[in-house]
Antibody
Framework: QVHLVQSGAEVKKPGASVRVSCEASGNTLATYYVHWVRQAPGQGLEWMGSINPSGSSSRSAQRFQGRVAMTRDTSRRTVYMELSSLRSEDTAVYYC???????????????WGQGTLVTVSS | QSVLTQPPSASGTPGQRVSISCSGSTSNIGSNTVNWYQQLPGTAPKLLMFANNQRPSGVPDRFSGSKSGTSASLAISGLQSEDEADYYCAAWDDSLHGYVFGAGTKVTVL
């Protein structure tokens, strides 16, 4: 059973940036696309973007373009999501999620991290 | 306003059948497959159904999915108390170039 473990909760001021990490046991992220999905308090799920296995390419939802960066350190089996120019509306739980099949970008997200709460407040 | 439209709530008594609809357009459901996620209270989402009607290993066959045209649906037969959760449909949208979720349907077991 693969487990994705995310970094801990963060509190940031408006205008700052936050970086959330996502790590898997064993070498179980290196060959998979990894996605980021967020959920504002009491709201639904929102896809932010994804990164390919090699880390050479990523894509993001239009509303986050220019503000989100996804990277990965395959030697450490860790993926990162950095969101900049934070505003109060970015307060949410941020999830990483792994694709179901290696090297596949089918958007079938079958393994999820536990979530990281990011609070943006002055 | 979500691109995929779901009813906000659905309910049933134990043993009943509950169906959740997900309505989209030609740019999402009409041309791509639909996945469903279940989110139990206070937990991360879980993949419940993929490629319209495929159940991941471990998902009971009480859950079934279907798609027709620009709409999809998830059915839960033999409703159980542990099925109380939020359910989200999702699909790739060719116009938005993004993966879109419905707003979610809260299923209550009466």
């Amino acid at each position: 059973q693969v487990h994705l473990v995310q970094s801990g909760a963060e509190v940031k001021k408006p205008g700052a940036s936050v970086r959330v990490s996502c790590e898997a046991s064993g070498n179980t992220l290196a060959t998979y696309y990894v996605h980021w999905v967020r959920q504002a308090p009491g709201q639904g799920l929102e896809w932010m973007g994804s990164i390919n296995p090699s880390g050479s390419s990523s894509r993001s939802a239009q509303r986050f373009q220019g503000r989100v960066a996804m990277t990965r350190d395959t030697s450490r089996r860790t993926v990162y999501m950095e969101l900049s120019s934070l505003r109060s509306e970015d307060t949410a739980v941020y999830y990483c999620a792994r694709e179901r099949v290696e090297y596949s970008s089918s958007f079938i997200l079958d393994t999820w991290g536990q979530g990281t709460l990011v609070t943006v407040s002055s | 306003q979500s691109v995929l439209t779901q009813p906000p709530s659905a309910s049933g008594t134990p043993g009943q059948r509950v169906s959740i609809s997900c309505s989209g357009s030609t740019s999402n459901i009409g041309s791509n497959t639909v996945n469903w996620y279940q989110q139990l209270p206070g937990t991360a989402p879980k993949l419940l159904m993929f490629a319209n009607n495929q159940r991941p290993s471990g998902v009971p066959d009480r859950f079934s999915g279907s798609k027709s045209g620009t709409s999809a649906s998830l059915a839960i037969s033999g409703l159980q108390s542990e099925d109380e959760a939020d359910y989200y449909c999702a699909a790739w949208d060719d116009s938005l170039h993004g993966y879109v979720f419905g707003a979610g349907t809260k299923v209550t077991v009466l």
